[in-house]
């Protein structure tokens, strides 16, 4: 994966990953307020030789301090140290759990000791440190001292009295607060790039590319209202679901620019991703562009078309295959253009051997014969074998992909399928598409009601349509459509 592909995920995910964050940095808050807080109070001795002599006894007396000083570090956490100043100061610590809060130090080089004690309370914590010095003081004092009497030749001054601290060390909010902060992002964008890896389902425009490089005729956007108002005709001229259709019958007339494909099949991988939506609008489409245009309603097991037309359906391709009726007459006009449907007539027992029967052939003749397009609404493609045995009848396939309804893998399946009984498949229609984001289709438009609004904010007055323009678009839709768009 390159930039482009982790920053669509993150756009993709960015609800997760900026909860975790917040979550993080909520988690981080209530860690510093319900943590006690702990005080750290410090204290500093000075290790000396007891003696004065040349100049090189005194370097062999530092020399011998700063030997002296690691060992007297490690005593300072023994009861030797620890029990005196517990006694001073009359606590109720043992001196493994005193020796928890002292901690002591020094530096490579010197005979400096550093002390410093951590307590809740800021009082109490330099009192120990002072009791814990005096203590190492007089402990070293009784060490070293020589067996055969006399002073200690080692000597321990505080240099640096313990205070009691005006600011808690513990909890670090700040800190407490920045590791929340990234602990919660470094997680959601684990989380983002499981989720992704995890998730199947084709989301995009990218995902499609990622499986096939079949091409990508148009992408129809979702639109809530699409439930209530399925057909083209109920929306509006220039909204994005309008033009979408109407991209999409340019792009299939320049992918059968040869004309050998009359008769288009449209199917998808599953039930549920739009194909009778699309394959409805698209017929509606291309008979406004002026085409004589007959739809038929090849699913034989769940016929919608003729409930989204408002047709009659129990006369129809069924009748037809039967013999019953001639094709013509069974015909149903539709809309003020030259549009036809071809309902699936009733349910028969035996879909799959109808469709790819002899007289499926004569039928869709005849109809090749009379309109200039014939569209065909076929079943899925995976549930059953409707739709690949009726495209080897037909001239080219066009599969509709329902995006974050279908999954990769059952895309690739269908488009196997397809391969395999050598159907010509014009392109993909990616549905369903998200109108903003990563996913969002590659396509701008600008509608009617924005260009008045614009016009006006900006005081510009719109050009006047002539008369001969209104007559080309009247009689010549199609050819008047490609002009403008090419001029």
């Not at 956490?77 to 100061?89: N, W």
């Not at 928890?100 to 005979?111: D, F, G, M, S």
């Not at 800021?122 to 006399?150: C, R, Y």
């Not at 994005?240 to 992918?255: D, K």
């Amino acid at each position: 994966m390159d930039l482009h592909d982790y920053l669509r995920i993150l756009r993709r995910n960015w609800v997760l990953v900026v909860a975790t964050t917040m979550a993080g940095l909520l988690i981080g808050g209530a860690a510093s307020i319900l943590v006690q807080p702990t005080y750290k109070a410090h204290t500093q001795l000075f290790v000396a030789i007891q003696s004065s002599g040349s100049v090189q006894e005194m370097q062999q007396g530092n020399t011998f301090s700063q030997a002296r000083v690691q060992s007297y570090v490690k005593t300072i956490r023994t009861p030797v140290v620890l029990q005196p100043a517990i006694d001073a100061l009359g606590l109720s610590l043992t001196t493994d759990e005193l020796a928890k809060k002292v901690e002591a130090e020094t530096e490579l080089n010197t005979v400096l000791i550093s002390i410093s004690v951590t307590d809740t309370s800021p009082v109490q914590a330099a009192a120990i440190a002072e009791a814990v010095s005096n203590s190492l003081i007089k402990a070293v004092e009784t060490l070293e001292k020589p067996k055969t009497g006399g002073a200690s030749p080692i000597g321990l001054s505080i240099i640096t009295p313990a205070q009691a601290p005006t600011s808690p060390s513990a909890p670090n909010t700040r800190l407490n607060l920045i590791a929340g902060l990234l602990g919660g992002a470094i997680l959601g964008l684990g989380g983002a790039l499981l989720r992704t890896k995890l998730d199947d389902r084709v989301r995009g425009e990218a995902d499609f590319r990622d499986i096939t490089d079949v091409p990508l005729l148009g992408g129809i956007t979702f639109d809530q209202d699409a439930t209530k108002k399925p057909l083209l005709t109920q929306a509006r001229h220039q909204s994005p679901r309008a033009e979408s259709f109407r991209q999409l019958r340019t792009n299939l007339q320049f992918a059968n620019v040869s004309g050998s494909a009359k008769t288009v099949l449209v199917t998808s991988s599953l039930p549920g991703e739009g194909k009778t939506t699309t394959s409805t609008n698209l017929a509606i489409a291309l008979a406004q562009a002026g085409q004589s245009v007959c739809l038929v309603d090849g699913d034989l097991r769940r016929p919608m078309v003729g409930e989204y037309l408002g047709l009659d359906r129990n006369a129809g391709l069924t009748t037809a295959l039967l013999g019953q009726t001639d094709v013509g007459d069974l015909l149903q006009p539709w809309g003020d253009d030259n549009l036809y449907v071809l309902t699936s007539g009733q349910i028969p027992p035996n879909p799959s051997e109808l469709l790819g029967s002899t007289e499926m052939s004569h039928v869709l003749t005849r109809l090749e014969e009379t309109f200039d397009t014939v569209i065909i609404d076929a079943p899925p493609l995976l549930p059953v074998t409707d739709a690949a045995v009726l495209s080897q009848h037909v001239g080219g396939v066009l599969l509709v992909v329902g995006a974050q309804k279908v999954q990769r893998s059952d895309l690739a399946k269908s488009l196997n399928a397809l391969e395999m009984v050598g159907a010509n498949l014009l392109g993909v229609v990616l549905n369903r598409l998200p109108v903003k984001g990563p996913d969002a289709y590659a396509y701008s438009y600008y509608s009617h009601d924005e260009n008045v609004l614009s016009n006006a904010e900006n005081g510009v007055q719109r050009m006047p349509v002539s008369k001969e323009t209104r007559r080309g678009q009247k009689e010549h839709p199609a050819t008047y459509e490609l002009s403008q768009r090419s001029s």
